[in-house]
């Protein structure tokens, strides 16, 4: 998140004690996200709730140390979606949420070209970790206009075609890249 000038919500991760974690959902409130490692996430209103996502998301994961809570942030939810091989950016499309389904995704959104700096700032992160593939940094915009990353996920996001259909075919982009072949 640093690395684009960005912040992170406040986070604490679900083997802390009980008390911890009942400190952090009184400090920040409700909803509370709790976290898988690599995906899955739920919103909770109340402390059974956690009780029992907690139960749900460790026999899932078999193990509670890479889960962790994560506080809400209220603002507009917005994307970057990316595509890079051997650490070259070949391309790369923000979106604004404007409508979700009933788990949070993507129904509806705005496509955009990103901001300068911050497609500087994925430049050189792809190339310093010789990333190759999709890969997506999901964000939220508070209403004071501070972003705060909420997820980075290795793979294209589920609204990827909407891009496409926009003008940004990145899926297209990479495997052009790997094959050489347009």
Known sequence: ASFFGFSVPPYLH??????ELHSFCRTHGW???L???YYEAAALWSWAQLGVARNYMTSVWHTESQLFLQAHVHGQEKSIAFAAHQGRLLGS???EKLEKTSEGKTWSGRTS???PNVHRCLDTLVGEMVWSGGGEVEC???PSGRT???ECNPRFPAWIHGATLSGTNLPGVLVEAITGHA
């Open 35 to 37: 976290k898988g490692p």
């Open 140 to 142: 939220i915009e508070d």
């Open 93 to 95: 499309v923000g979106m």
């Open 31 to 33: 909803p509370i996200w």
């Open 113 to 115: 070209i990103l901001d």
């Open 148 to 150: 705060r990353i909420i």
């Open 14 to 19: 679900l083997s802390a004690s009980d008390d």
